[in-house]
């Protein structure tokens, strides 16, 4: 049996506080895009874990897709598997790519084995493997709260839309973005803002990371402006990066433009 895990952007990104626990709160919008890997699993005599793809630099027992058939298989009879992961999504990227190949390995074992768990209880299962491993159980826009973790559904589509993404070959890792941030209260709701047509985003929805990240690595702030400059409507990082996507209204072909990058061009369908 084969599926998908399929990445997300972040639509809007408010640092909102510190937290006693060391942990921020966060406000976002959490939004599926079609970039994908692809995961497998077959029955076999000896569980066994096969990468393939993106190089996956981490021990197999430490890959999220590992980490949720353990915690699986410490509730329910799940039996011998040979496991198989294209890497498609770019790490570091800010895309939620292993918190999503984590997701879609639950719900897989789920369906392959017959186990009939409920959505919420694999929401949970999914929460404990990582703050965004449960948006991707559901899989549809929501707005997100906490440590990310807290979802509300939130009425949007950007079906029709054409995606720009790119990333350079930089890592901004996560514990730096955040130690650079400086947590305040957004002047406007992003639950506000999200609503209004995309055209009104540029200028009202940020990216709170892009204050500290742009300096410390330009290329992630060359590559936003060059979107803006190619057309795009709204432009923004992903995440803690280094992706940064743009919305287009039209079709675009500008892999030429970043040969030194990963650059993802295509329709939004949901």
Not at 111 to 131: K, Q, T, V, Y
Not at 149 to 162: A, D, R
Not at 234 to 262: H, I, Q, R, W
Request: glycine residues 8%.
């Amino acid at each position: 049996m084969i599926c998908f895990p399929n990445a997300k952007i972040n639509l809007g990104l408010n640092i909102v506080r510190k937290r006693v626990d060391g942990y921020h709160d966060i406000e976002t919008v959490f939004y599926p895009i079609p970039v994908k890997d692809a995961l497998e699993i077959t029955p076999a005599d000896a569980t066994s874990f096969t990468p393939s793809g993106i190089p996956v630099d981490a021990p197999a027992e430490k890959n999220l897709v590992m980490r949720a058939l353990a915690k699986l298989k410490e509730r329910y009879p799940v039996p011998e598997l040979q496991i198989g992961l294209l890497k498609a999504i770019p790490f570091g990227a800010g895309l939620g790519g292993g918190s999503s190949d984590a997701a879609f390995m639950l719900k897989l074992v789920n369906d392959f084995c017959g186990l009939h768990i409920p959505g919420e209880e694999l929401e949970r299962m999914a929460s404990e493997l990582g703050a965004d491993c449960a948006f991707f159980i559901r899989n549809t826009p929501v707005f997100a709260s906490g440590i990310g973790n807290v979802f509300e559904p939130v009425g949007l589509s950007l079906k029709g839309w054409h995606l720009c993404l790119v990333k350079p070959d930089v890592a901004v890792p996560t514990s730096l973005a955040y130690s650079m941030v400086n947590p305040h209260e957004p002047a406007c709701s992003l639950k506000e803002i999200i609503l209004r047509p995309v055209e009104e985003w540029k200028g009202l929805m940020e990216n709170d990371f892009e204050h500290s990240v742009f300096p410390k690595y330009p290329i992630i702030q060359h590559i936003k402006q060059m979107l803006y400059e190619e057309g795009a409507v709204y432009a923004s990082m992903s995440g803690s990066g280094s992706s940064v996507f743009g919305l287009f209204k039209e079709e675009t072909n500008l892999k030429s433009l970043f040969p030194d990058c990963f650059v993802w061009e295509g329709a939004l369908r949901v």
